[in-house]
């Protein structure tokens, strides 16, 4: 099957043939329809997130399942899934006590890049590659733990669903498993990409107001107010942590979700808070840098929280989101701002860089 190979980290990626072997026991082998580039793809490439190497990328995606292996009662052939990268054992003590997306075991697979037995699937001309989060979605074919393939409807397009897998997921969550946020309290969303417009939705499903949206990119601002947002900010022309205070009358907000991964969008985050408001940190920053805040906040009891994928529990999360978008609470279709094949995945990386792009889709079949 064909597949994109990242030898090292600030190479280019490789379009390759490349073998998978079958489903080994409570594996399901998957083939792919979409996958979303999401920026902890870019991470990679640009070693600010550490992995095995070489591996194959890809993490947020949605396909049908081919083939089943021994013990798996999840999911059966034919079945249209979303690949989530927080496939959980449920006998683990993070298990037990309800934290699925830490995982002991899955946790030590994904930071060797195998498979939870301690191997991988995938291969080249001899030479094992490394798995990316027990997915590696950007390839015709992934072979998954069964407990990352959650079942859906078969009336959505599987290039939608894919955005659930990570986007989605994580964005809500941030908003209704992490931070709680209830009817009336004031949201602020750092980054309008296909995380933050997922918080910007959750914030308005929830009853928040006023939801503000903060970017520097006028089309994503734009985007931001069709699917929720009540005041847009324009970081790259104002004060950020002015303008967000002035959109709450002077107060600050209730809560602050900052969507980039970046120091100086978290000091904002943190500097627009209320008192006793929660800064949500959602984006991920490089592995090493050191985070700087003014200490004083604490004194009025500002909170600030992590945030690992949204907290979610997939069983659940992902029906419920499939749901809303068909009920047409959740736009997911909006938030697609391009296509591109498998041979395009560079493109669709120079477009993250620059910050051009929403949230991109690579189409497999």
Not at 87 to 99: D, F, K, M, Q, T
Not at 323 to 335: F, N
């Amino acid at each position: 099957m064909r597949a994109a190979v990242l030898w090292e980290p600030r190479r280019p990626i490789e379009i390759l043939e490349v073998e998978l072997a079958p489903p080994r026991a409570r594996e399901v082998l998957v083939k792919i329809a979409a996958s979303g580039i999401c920026a902890s793809d870019l991470h990679v490439v640009d070693g600010a997130l550490p992995e095995p190497m070489p591996l194959v990328l890809g993490h947020e995606a949605a396909g049908v399942v081919v083939e089943t292996g021994p013990g798996v009662t999840r999911v059966r052939e034919g079945d249209h899934v979303v690949l989530a990268i927080v496939p959980s054992c449920g006998e683990c003590a993070a298990c037990r006590r309800g934290r699925p997306t830490f995982c002991e075991l899955f946790g030590a697979a994904a930071g060797a890049g195998t498979l939870a037995d301690g191997t991988s699937r995938l291969g080249r001309n001899g030479t094992t590659l490394h798995h990316f989060n027990s997915v590696s979605s950007f390839a015709e074919y992934a072979v998954v733990p069964e407990s990352a393939a959650v079942p859906i409807r078969r009336d959505v397009p599987l290039e939608t669903a894919a955005l659930i897998g990570c986007a989605v997921l994580t964005g809500y969550g941030a908003v209704t498993n992490i931070a709680r946020v209830e009817a009336g309290e004031s949201v602020a969303v750092w980054g309008c990409g296909g995380v933050g417009l997922s918080a910007v939705q959750a914030a308005r499903l929830a009853g928040a107001h006023p939801i503000v949206a903060v970017d520097v990119n006028l089309e994503k601002l734009a985007l931001a107010r069709g699917l929720g947002a009540t005041a847009l900010v324009n970081a790259a022309e104002v004060d950020a942590v002015e303008a967000v205070r002035a959109a709450t009358g002077g107060a600050g907000v209730d809560y602050g979700f900052e969507a980039l991964g970046r120091e100086q969008t978290i000091q904002q985050a943190w500097s627009s808070l209320a008192s006793g408001g929660t800064a949500v940190v959602v984006g991920m920053m490089p592995k090493g840098e050191l985070l700087t805040i003014d200490p004083w906040g604490f004194i009025s009891e500002k909170n600030l929280l992590g945030c690992f994928l949204g907290r979610p529990r997939i069983d659940a999360d992902v029906p419920r989101l499939v749901d809303l978008y068909r009920a047409g609470d959740l736009k997911l279709d909006e938030v697609v701002s391009h296509r591109l094949t498998l041979d395009e995945i560079e493109l669709g990386l120079e477009r993250l860089r620059a910050g051009t792009a929403v949230r991109q889709v690579v189409v497999l079949s």
